[in-house]
């Protein structure tokens, strides 16, 4: 996915236009929904319960590949190669596709401001002080 731009809502909550590789045209995600790319896979044997992971599950058909979600493990089943989770509130869902990953928090640092990616260091007239540039109140 490309991130084409990014505003804040009426609730000064991140939005951002997002082109998907697979799906035509741009759509707009919350900054709660915009995650890194997974890149940590984890075996079955890595996997203990009450880890925070990244699924493929489908919810119409659990057997059958679907959408990627955060899950929170209930239950690791060696003999079975399943992995029981909480995904979206809904316990005991069944992961049987091992592809699992590693879950990880969106890190939205290189996102925010296109002049300066929020250096902390730099001065910034865009996302800093509109007098000085400096970054010592974020609310101002």
């Not at 091992?98 to 902390?120: G, Q, T, V």
């Not at 260091?121 to 996302?127: D, G, N, S, T, V």
Request: some cysteine; charged content about 35%; aromatic content about 10%.
């Amino acid at each position: 996915a490309l991130v084409k731009s990014a505003n804040l809502d009426e609730n000064k909550k991140w939005v951002y236009s997002i082109k998907f590789t697979e799906y035509d045209g741009e759509h707009s995600v919350a900054e709660s929904d915009i995650r890194n790319i997974a890149s940590n896979k984890l075996g079955i044997s890595d996997i203990k319960v009450d880890d925070k992971i990244f699924v493929n599950y489908n919810f119409d058909n659990p057997g059958e590949l679907g959408f990627w979600y955060d899950a929170k493990v209930e239950a690791v089943r060696k003999t079975t190669n399943t992995v029981v989770c909480t995904i979206r509130n809904t316990p005991g869902c069944r992961v049987a596709n091992l592809e699992i990953y590693k879950s990880e928090a969106p890190d939205f640092s290189e996102m925010d401001c296109e002049k300066c990616r929020k250096n902390r260091k730099r001065k910034c007239y865009q996302c800093g002080c509109r007098k000085c540039g400096g970054k010592h109140d974020d609310d101002k």
